[in-house]
Structure formats: C-alpha cells, structure tokens
C-alpha cells in the first residue's frame, strides 16, 4: 500500500534541514518503500531537494500571532499539512509552529531533535510562556548524542550517503579536475553568508600542501559535497549538524570551525563528539522505526 510521508521545517538560514529532508528520502529509496515523499515548509536553498526530484512545497515563515491557539487552523501551515493528509509527518525541529496542529492531523508525528539550548524549548507571546510538551508528537527523536530535558528515543545521527555510495578517488577526482594521485582538501560551509569567506581566509594556506577545492551552495557550489569525499584527504567545514556529522561519519580527518548559532552549541559538538562511533546510519534508522 502507497504511503503519504511528509517532512516539514521552518528553517530560516543555510540548508541544514533541506539536508536532513534528502537524508530521509535517500533512505527510503533504499530500503524499497513504497511512498509519496514531499518536504514542506520553509527551507533554505528549496531547490537543492528539487534537483534531487523531490517535490517540496515552500511555505512563507509565520508568527507565533499565526500559529497560536486562536488561530492556527487559518495559518498557511495548518492548511498545507492537513491538504497533504500525510500516513507519518516527520518535523524536524519546529515544534513551535506544529505542537497544535499535530493534533489535529490523521497521521503519525514523528518530531527530530538535535542538540539545542534550554531556551529554545518554550517562547513568550503575548504575555504567556508556551513550553515544549513532547506528549504532543506520537515519537521524539534524539538524532544525536546529546542530553534533552525530556525522554526521547535515540539514533545515530542522519547522514545523507552510506559509504559505498561515494564516487570512487578517480571519479571523484577527475569530475572536480584535481589530480587523484595527490593530497586534496575541502574548505566547505553553507551556513550564513559571509562564513564561506572567512573559511576561505583563514585556511588559504593549506594550498601550499594541498590541492585545495572550496564549495559552498550559497556560490553555486557542488552537491552534494559528500558524493566526493573520497578524493579529499583533509576537510575545514563547520561545526554545524550535516558538515561535522557528515565528516564523523565518513572518517575525514577535519577542522571544525564553530559558528554562533542562537539555539545551537557548535563548539559543544565539536569539544564532545568528535569520537562517536556510528553503529548506522541515523536516516536508515529512522526508516525501520518508519516500517515499524
């Protein structure tokens, strides 16, 4: 039978989620099942997942006065979600634009979680304090090592490739015009404007013992960054969820850079993670507990 799986953001910055978004749907392709899979919200860099041939429905960002008890039914987001009338809504991070409306709709909610700080659990409107109820989703996900202030279920953190899925040194060497059979590294990051640039700066020097290949999808860089992996012997990226997992994971020796984030801690991945062992993949993890 044909399932409806949905995946929603409302992300405002970089691609992280739309990342995530095409990690889950990666994983679904491998295992086989059988489903409609749409990304709906708001993404950074949408398109990204449109060259991936996943549908994504782009919504505008709404205010907490939007989504609040009086009237999230007429929100832009309550309409989408119930019109898509997904089997299992996936929603990665945005408890506060969907605690209500999870409710309301047929299927399953599954909600992801990375680190993030205890303030990022509750908001003030309108004189009120609104705090993270996790009984609102049928499943809460914790898709990293990391400590959240409530139960939840945890998985190896989500990478959008499995190992024998990268190009090979050659192939992957010789699409990005460096010479295999030497040293190469990747100075990388999609994150806020400027970050790009400032990585660039900083790390230039290492042209003087390695090929140096920089990439950022906010410059029409390559993607995904991962498929080549295999050619780099040393990568700078940032401490962000995707670059510093997707570096773990694959084995690179790296730099990581932390950015300042307002809910996210990346030095705090950086300093405590670096040594985590994969026993899976997070997103073919998250697909088993999808098929029960």
């Known amino acids: 039978m044909l399932v409806r799986i949905a995946y929603y953001s409302a992300a405002y910055t970089g691609c992280g989620h739309t990342v995530r978004g095409i990690a889950v749907h990666n994983a679904l392709q491998r295992a086989e099942v059988d489903c409609e899979y749409v990304m709906v919200g ?6 990204l997942a449109e060259s991936q041939g996943i549908p994504v429905v782009q919504l505008e960002p709404e205010s907490f006065d939007t989504l609040s008890a009086e009237r999230f039914r007429s929100s832009t ?4 979600l119930r019109r898509i009338a997904a089997d299992t809504l996936i929603v990665d991070m945005a408890w506060f634009a969907t605690h209500r409306i999870v409710a309301e709709l047929s299927g399953t909610s599954i909600l992801l979680l990375r680190q993030a700080s205890e303030e990022f659990f509750g908001y003030h409107h309108n004189g009120a304090t609104v705090e993270f109820d996790p009984a609102s989703y049928d499943l809460v996900l914790q898709i990293e090592p990391c400590s959240l202030p409530f139960d939840s279920l945890a998985i190896d953190p989500i990478i959008m490739r499995r190992p024998h899925e990268l190009l090979p040194r050659d192939r992957a060497a010789g699409a990005l015009g460096l010479d295999p059979a030497l040293p190469a590294a990747l100075i990388a990051t999609n994150g806020k404007p400027g ?54 994971y694959f084995g690179k020796e790296a730099v990581f850079v932390p950015h300042p ?21 997070g997103a073919d993890e998250l697909v088993k507990i999808l098929g029960g």
């Open 42 to 47: 708001t993404f950074g860099m949408p398109e």
């Open 77 to 80: 987001t309550y309409r989408a």
């Open 195 to 248: 970050e790009f640039e400032e990585l660039k700066q900083s790390y230039s020097y290492l042209d003087d013992a390695y090929q140096l290949f920089c990439s950022s999808n906010h410059h029409g860089g390559v993607f995904p960054i991962a498929d080549y992996f295999n050619t780099f012997d040393f990568v700078v990226c940032s401490g962000g969820y995707n670059a510093f997992w997707e570096a773990v």
């Open 261 to 281: 984030r307002e809910f996210e801690n990346q030095a705090w991945r950086i300093e405590n993670c670096q040594d985590y062992v994969f026993r899976a993949n």
